[in-house]
């Protein structure tokens, strides 16, 4: 980091970021967690179901992690947008992230979804965005509400406006990969799953 007093220093970003996940943890809804889980253990128990996992972005790329410990853990599951997803079905799991839920590929990827039966999980700010309402269970996991105007940090400090340091949909992509992390924990205590198990499924031909 540069010597410029004016340089936000890193670590104090980190530390806000840290912080406003733990405030997360304590909003989320501890019914839509476990609707959400519920549905993860009935496609567990299921053998012929499966779950798609979506996003845009960086949203894209929580879901790919979240994903990659799904399959650690013994489920059938694919990722948006891979060469090797088959077709959806009825009585199949789409987890759809967004944190704005509007994006327009998920939405309709959401839609299509729905039109075969299959149900919609959305981890979402906003539950009454589009694919909020079109989801059989909604996990609102907070974030940033909107770009700040102003790029001047300090300035926005003198004027009273305490915005979140971290740009963009930041905040909702690192508190949803660690609320799908903490998903994974639940998932591992109420399936009897070890983590040697898991071991097991991790890749053993790597980049």
Known sequence: MSGDSSTVDALY??????????????????EQVEKFIGLLVSVYKDSSKKILVMGAGRSGL?????????????????????????????GD???????SGRTRLIVTAAEAAKHVKAKV???TTYPDSPLGRIADVVVRVPGRAKTS???DYFARQILGIHEPLA???TLFE?????????IIYSLMQVLGVSESEMSMRHANIEF
Not at 13 to 30: D, H, L, P, T, Y
Not at 69 to 78: A, D, T
Not at 93 to 99: N, Q, R, T, Y
Request: hydrophobic residues 55%.
């Open 13 to 30: 970003v980190m530390r806000e970021i840290g912080e406003f996940i733990v405030k997360a943890s304590r909003v989320i809804s501890r």
């Open 93 to 99: 799991l789409v987890i759809a992230i967004s944190g």
């Open 62 to 90: 929580v879901g790919k992690a979240f994903a990659m410990r799904l399959m650690h853990m013994g489920f059938n599951v694919y990722v948006l947008g891979e060469t090797i997803v088959p077709s959806i079905r009825e």
């Open 167 to 169: 740009p963009l949909g």
């Open 121 to 123: 999980v959305a981890i």
């Open 174 to 182: 690192d508190t949803a990969m660690v609320f799908l992390d903490g």
């Open 149 to 151: 105007r102003m790029d």
